[in-house]
């Protein structure tokens, strides 16, 4: 019963790489969503999808982007990283309205 | 502007006792609301949800209050114990595919 996957679980890059975030659930959920969680900020909403296909942004979701092509999985991607991006990045579904959210172990991410 | 709010960043409480955390929120649109759990390394575990039709919702030690008019809400834990150490987040979503809003979060900590 592996829930919300998220690969990979720590990464360290230099300023300027570029990396992809690999979320997978297999519950079978229309809506996935990404947050960092940064200290004494809480989570905050990078970019979200309400369905295969489809992006929308969240709170914070300047220098990333992210893909949605397969309704399983959701894709966040830095094009440029810089130390400001320095973060834990957290994966979560959901089936619908008024459900709960399921979130993966997140991914550690330290840029230098 | 924070729609949802956790002003206590963190709570100590000893163990067998009750704790209560509270959260507000200012989007009256807001009509589902769930606390979540989190442990260090890990994602965000869902703890206890409520709608607004409702004023209480109850699982085992875990009860939830809503407060509409005051738009507030409260987790209670009785007994509380030392494995509810964690940093407990209160989260509220409005009608359609909008994604939940988190507060920043409160640090429990249980002294045996």
């Known amino acids: 019963n592996a829930g919300v996957t998220q690969t990979p679980k720590f990464r360290v890059l230099k300023t300027g790489q570029s990396m992809t975030l690999l979320c997978a659930q297999d519950m079978n959920h229309e809506y996935m969503y990404w947050y960092r969680q940064d200290p004494g900020m809480g989570l905050r909403l990078i970019h979200y999808?309400?369905?295969?296909?489809?992006?929308a942004k969240g709170e914070v979701p300047d220098g990333y982007n992210v893909s949605r092509l397969k309704k399983q999985n959701f894709l966040l991607g830095l094009e440029s990283a810089a130390p400001s991006q320095t973060s834990v990045y957290f994966c979560?579904?959901?089936?619908?309205?008024?459900?709960?959210?399921?979130f993966g172990d997140g991914t550690r991410l330290s840029i230098l | 502007d924070q729609q949802v709010k956790q002003n206590s960043p963190s709570l100590s409480v000893q163990e067998g006792r009750i704790s209560i955390l509270n959260c507000d929120y200012t989007n009256s649109m807001f009509d589902y609301f769930l606390w979540y759990k989190k442990y260090p390394a890990e994602g965000p575990t869902f703890l206890i949800s409520?709608?607004?039709?409702?004023d209480k919702n109850e699982d085992g030690r875990f009860t939830v209050f809503l407060n509409k008019s005051a738009k507030h809400l409260s987790l209670h834990i009785v007994p509380s114990q030392p494995g509810d150490s964690a940093v407990y987040f209160c989260a509220a979503s409005q009608p359609g595919n909008t994604p939940l809003v988190f507060g920043k979060g409160t640090r429990l900590s249980v002294i045996a």
């Open positions: 409520i709608s607004s039709i409702k």
């Open positions: 999808s309400v369905g295969e296909g489809t992006t």
């Open positions: 979560a579904s959901r089936q619908g309205t008024n459900q709960p959210q399921h």
